[in-house]
């Protein structure tokens, strides 16, 4: 359930159109991250468009109403060409600079469209700020290197590369300990002058040797933050952090995966070459991880995670550590489970571990982070299942379609089915939630219960059973599905327009107005 | 600070020498701790350096742990350890002031921090206590100095501290006529500099090391699971200063 408090008419600061925004920049987020590991932000780049274009009419819809929209503090921004009013170049919000929910998202969808077209202008973008970030920040390597990495934390970098090359020329600017007294105290006004000064550095250290040295002392930040941000990773809570958190290490992963390798040259002290060994490992499980996520899509399978992939892993840590602890062996070596669900494994045997049916929080990814994971991976959440059709069922089809029985009949006839089984189920759903007779109400409910079992993220589902919820006059739950189907198909105009009418319902006109808005948006699918 | 345990380490540096990182090759080589303590040696570009001190009797040292820069102390070259309780982490994280707690209840003749130091220092004038043990090999030692710490405040013991780490530091480099393409303590030099910076300090001679090399290897396996290695943290590097701030 979203974390929404039930309010009254006269309390309309903590909107519902506030969260539902609140959700929406998270999904900026999530999508930057998420697309960072799983290298598939290029062929997704219109639906990302769209997603912020929605995002922005939601933020202009609220403000438009006089509703007040929520405050992003403590996020990590930098100025984009467009919309920008302050002379800082980036820093946090409210603690460095003051930016408005439209600049913050302009900031990413500005920069990210950069991304693909001029990486160089992309990259030299965040080198120059975070240089002078650092800079105006008592010359604090640390800080300048938390807030880079905060920036890849949060999104701003959604092709991997680009964060790792960004990140290295910083350390070897520091390294090579140019003279960048020249951004001190520098705004935004003297933008040519510092690209000139900023320039020239380069050109003036292009041949300089490192100061290995400092290289590795300022490795040794960079080591320290990752290893912070791992422990954050170990006690995720839920299977959407664990998804995040593990994407959120990729970045810094890789680039210790790339120094690691040219360690010997760099003459990296003995604690930090051992610790990059280490990381390099994480990295190699992450990128597993991401892998698997993109098979599931090539097969269109189910987006569940379980363990049944880690048997022979935990086997062979088994014979290695025959008195019991293999499993503590194993998930301190390998980036492969939480701590929360090594607990949950703790009595598993290595024979039964892929067996153990983890609870639905760490099974499947929930509501408002299955858009971001299908954008990385190229699904659409109608499209998946909780768990697969039933062998027999594909078995028939394969042969219906007199195809060989082979992997790729089943992929292709498991394609098939959903396809026709996804449309069929958004009739049903609508079926039933126009089922006017309250004697019907608990069935009715009931059944789309189960539907939304088997199709957990379909949005019309979702959105007909936020509709039926309401006409039950249960509130909590109709806005909690309403919000949940327009996170995971901001597209479709009916559901704008029932989040109106469940606000209109609840009285809260200015919030009725603002989602009629949105769902006035000429590019939403009618799909009456 | 972080630590991380000198098992984990010297694993590590066993899985780096066998170049078997990657999927179940760490685990499906079989090796004693004493083997994967050689490749730490082999590995380590400089020295180590043992921290003794007893939690109690010596708490101006283990506040200055505390204080979380022992591994910057150190620097690149040495890998500060230091005994924790109960057990040294295995993944690696901050060093809290309960871990500092080794041996709290044993008398400083039964602490194992101490018992390092009269292997090393066996003569009828063991050195007093706390202090530091800077040695080249954990295998099996070939040069040994004890830098006493001798200190009223954690300050002052920080202050020693680096004065002791820095002296070693500046002599670490490669071996004249020794191409192994690494880096050493020269602890002839070493000695000199601790003169220099008048710091009290013991050497052991050639035939005392073999026997504290004798000693030290079961030493070592017998409280392994307690040896935390110090990881830099790096705090308060600034932009174009150089780092390593002497005084």
Sequence with gaps: MIDFREKSDDALNASWIGHVIELQIEQLRFIGVLSASSGHFEQESDHVRAVWEITSATIAAARRHNIEVPRQHARPVVYNPSNWHNEALCGYIGSDVSVSLPELITSYMELWLLSSKLSESYKNHFLKCALWFTQNHGADLRRGLVFLLDLFYSGFFPRVRLFTETLDSFVRFYALEADLTFLDGTTLKEKETINQELAAVVRMTAQSPLNLERYDQILGIVIDLVLDRVEVAYRAQSLDEWIFEQAALYGPLLYLGFVHAAADELKVGTTNRLLLSRFEEMAADLGATAGFRAVQADFHLPPEWSLDAKDKLATAYQERFPDGSWLDRMTEDRMVMPNAVRELVRHASTHTLGNVRLPREWRLPSERVIRPLCIAHGRHPAMLRSTDFPNDLLAAGVRAMDLPFTPESVVTVRAQLLAEDSSAIALEARDLAQTADPALAYETQLHLAQLREIYPWHPEVCHQSGKFAQTTGDFSSALTMLTYSVLMDPFSKQAWLSMSTLASVKQWSSEAAAFRDVSALPFLVDDR | ?247
């Excluded at chain 2, 004249?176 to 050497?203: C, E, I, M, N």
């Design chain 2, 1 to 247: 600070m972080k630590c991380l345990s000198l098992i984990k380490i010297a694993e590590e540096a066993a899985y780096l020498a066998e170049g078997k990182r990657y999927a179940l090759g760490p685990i499906t080589t079989p090796r004693t701790f004493k083997e994967a303590l050689r490749a730490l040696d082999d590995r380590h570009r400089g020295v180590y350096a043992f921290v003794a001190f007893h939690p109690v009797a010596d708490r101006l040292v283990s506040e200055y742990i505390d204080l979380g820069t022992l591994g910057d102390d150190a620097g690149p070259a040495i890998v500060a350890l230091f005994l924790v309780t109960p057990e040294a982490p295995r993944v690696p994280r901050e060093v809290h002031a309960s871990d500092l707690q080794f041996g709290v209840t044993l008398t400083f003749e039964e602490h194992p921090a101490y018992d390092l130091v009269r292997f090393f220092f066996p003569s009828e004038s063991t050195p007093r206590l706390p202090g530091i043990v800077f040695f080249d090999r954990l295998g099996a030692a070939r040069s040994a100095i004890y830098v006493l710490l001798d200190a009223k405040s954690k300050d002052q013991v920080m202050k020693l501290a680096r004065k002791a780490f820095e002296a070693a530091d500046r002599c670490v480099g490669r071996t004249p006529g020794l191409d192994d393409g690494r880096l050493h303590l020269d602890f002839d030099r070493f000695a000199a500099q601790l003169l220099k910076a008048s710091l009290p300090y013991y050497r052991q001679g050639k035939k005392g090391l073999r026997a504290a090399a004798y000693l030290t290897g079961a030493w070592l396996n017998k409280n392994k699971s307690a040896i935390a290695a110090a990881i830099p943290k790096v705090a308060g590097l600034a932009g174009k200063a150089g780092g390593g701030d002497a005084e």
